[in-house]
């Protein structure tokens, strides 16, 4: 049972460069998120889905893009990367939004150069 | 004032103490709450949830809920090393039920 499945797990990013974070989950849950979390704080919200072809902004979604063609996918498009980007990435799901417990993916560290 | 707040700590007990973490929120009508372990470099997990007021015990973790003062707690009974980690309080606000609200979390460091 994977769960939720993130890749890559570390990333090296130059300046300006774009790049693409993958999340899947095989729980058929319809809630998907993507949060960021830096050092010492807590986790900020990116965007979210509530199903497939549905996504809505989150708290800090600036620099980011998102798609949501399948249930299972959710992934998250960094475009001109900045060195604020620079971050650990969490991409999570649910089965039911804040009513039931969400599930996280191992995390990608990336850093911005 | 911050929706969900929690006391940054470091929180520090000895070993087979009890380790008191609290969480504080502002809208009242806050549903879900939810206690997140996250050990250092890893992803959260899930320790408890709570739904109604009064307390909830799973084996050496109580959480304790009190929507008339708007705090839930989390209690750690005979703490090991083992629960040295950042303890995230998460809820869900009454205007919206599609995602969850987060505190900073707790720093818990329980001493041999």
């Known amino acids: 049972n994977a769960g939720v499945t993130q890749t890559p797990k570390f990333r090296i990013l130059k300046i300006g460069q774009s790049m693409t974070l993958q999340c899947a989950q095989d729980?058929?849950?319809?809630?998907m998120y993507w949060y960021r979390q830096d050092p010492g704080m807590g986790l900020k919200l990116i965007y979210y889905s509530v199903g497939a072809g549905i996504t809505d902004k989150g708290e800090v979604p600036n620099g980011y893009n998102v798609s949501r063609s399948t249930t299972e996918d959710f992934p998250l498009r960094l475009e001109l990367a900045a060195p604020s980007q620079t971050s650990v990435y969490f991409c999570?799901?649910?089965?039911?939004?804040?009513?039931?417990?969400?599930?996280f993916g191992q995390g990608t560290r990336l850093t911005v150069v | 004032q911050k929706e969900v707040e929690q006391n940054s700590g470091p929180l520090s007990v000895p070993e087979g103490a009890i380790a008191s973490l609290n969480c504080t929120y502002s809208d009242r009508g806050s549903q879900s709450f939810f206690w997140y372990r996250q050990y250092s470099g890893k992803s959260p997990e899930l320790i408890m949830f709570?739904?109604s007021n009064g307390d909830k015990e799973d084996g050496r973790f109580t959480a304790q809920l009190n929507k008339a003062s708007q705090y839930v707690s989390l209690l750690i009974r005979d703490s090991q090393p083992s629960d040295s980690a950042t303890y995230l309080c998460a809820l869900k606000n009454a205007g919206n039920n599609r995602k969850l609200i987060w505190g900073l979390g707790t720093s818990l460091a329980v001493n041999p």
């Open positions: 729980m058929n849950h319809n809630y």
């Open positions: 709570i739904y």
């Open positions: 999570a799901s649910s089965y039911q939004g804040g009513d039931t417990e969400a599930f």
